[in-house]
């Protein structure tokens, strides 16, 4: 008989809509649309990567003439700094680092020692955290973590190389990123999350390897329903590995429980081994939406703000920014923008949803 692992208990959502967050989570801030708090904030540093993921980049449309962003579209650090700041004064806690590779962008460091600084209304520094391929961290571990940087999430699908290089494009050891987490266990950026993808006929051999090597790390590994954003990746709902399956593969072997979620707005649901042994996480997006909690916003290289991973535009914040207004105008922006919010493409996703437009992952921030 096959083993059911129950779904990891939600929180219940909240009715109401365009009035205080204080109902949400008890902070500060604006609900939108749908009775969601703005808490979180995904600040793309670049649309440049040195992998190509077969489900983000693929190879054969981002190959070498592919025309990424000129260097001046591009936010520089004071303008991504200042941002942040509008969107914490909104009430977001959580600022996470991506894009692209954040990695890839240079003296990166600085914009981490900025955005350390940032302090919420209450007088608190903000939660930072930032999603890495792991491919440059163990020279910069250190670094970041100096400057303020206070956990990693580092990305990898297999601990088998040929899996792998099948899954990042570009035969990229899977060792250098095993020496990138070991930087940054040292470096003390903990505890160190490993989101891993899964895509139906390509790695769900990794999954049960990858959750005993977790275990003994002491990392914990999320795993992530292969996702239909963008256009490039061809996706197919027969190519998605379920949250279920996932589950049941792990449990087989290693016995698993749901946890409670910790806070309003997680996106992982939570399962922890039974024999006490840490825990693991599922992404499920696909099979289990949870667009009723989420509480995302995308900041992205070129200064537009996106409030779902799969919109087709915008709000251009570049353009009134370096026309010189004022913080309160921006903020002004920013709130009105999630007042309206109404983004649930997970929840409604269909074969016709998939085609609608949609801006590619690695260009809004992932
Ligand atoms: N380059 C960094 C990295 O790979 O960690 C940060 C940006 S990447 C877009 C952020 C996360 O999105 C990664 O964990 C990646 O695996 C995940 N991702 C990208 N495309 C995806 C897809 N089609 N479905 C599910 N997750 C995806
Ligand atoms: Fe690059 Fe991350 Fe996309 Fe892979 S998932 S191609 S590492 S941005
Ligand atoms: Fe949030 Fe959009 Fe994802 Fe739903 S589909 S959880 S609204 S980002």
Redesign the pocket.
Known sequence: MPVTVPPAPQPAPTPGSGTDAASFDGRPGRLDGFGRALRDLRI?VTDR?N?R?T??MPAEIYGRDFAFLPHEMVLSFEEISRLAGVFVDLGVRKLRI?????LVRRDLPQLIGQLAMLRTPDGEPVDLTL????SALRALAGPLAVAGLQRI???L?SLDDEVAGRMNGVDFPVSRVLDGIAAARAAGLTPIKV???VRRGLNESSVLPLARWARDEGVTLRF???????HS?G?RMDDVVSADEILALIDAELPLEPVAADYRGEVAGRYRYRDGAGEIGV?A?VTRPFCGDCTRARLSADGHLYTCLFAATGLDLKTPLRAGAADVALSEAVRSAWSVRRDRYSEIRSQSTSALPKVE??TM??
């Open positions: 793309s990567c992998f993921c489900y983000c991506t894009g692209g590779e954040p999603t890495t391929n792991g999430t580092v990305s699908d989101n891993t993808v992530i329903e292969y996702m239909d954003v963008g990746n996706w992404i997006s992952m690695f921030g992932g």
